[in-house]
């Protein structure tokens, strides 16, 4: 019985760490389960962290993509594509 609670404590370890790296936490955990933690945590290394919880955000939160955001010409900085002025230098921007 006690190896079942570890097991199932191993399994939710590596749903966490999945969701974590912005992938399916249940799928990590279900894996887990049905193989085992070990092969679970051996995928979830493997694994490029994807989904929104991968992107830089700004400080707003927004996540920084390169549909959002350009760079400024002098300073090189990220700022939204909407900004008429580098909020990091000031130099003004074109707007695109
Ligand atoms: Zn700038």
Redesign the pocket.
Known sequence: MEYLVVWLFFCALVGVWASKKGRSGVGAFLISCFLSPLIGAIIVALMSPGGAAALPRDELGDPITPDTHVK??????L?RREARK??????SLIPQ
């Open positions: 400024c010409p002098d300073c090189k900085e700022v580098c909020k990091h230098c000031g130099a």
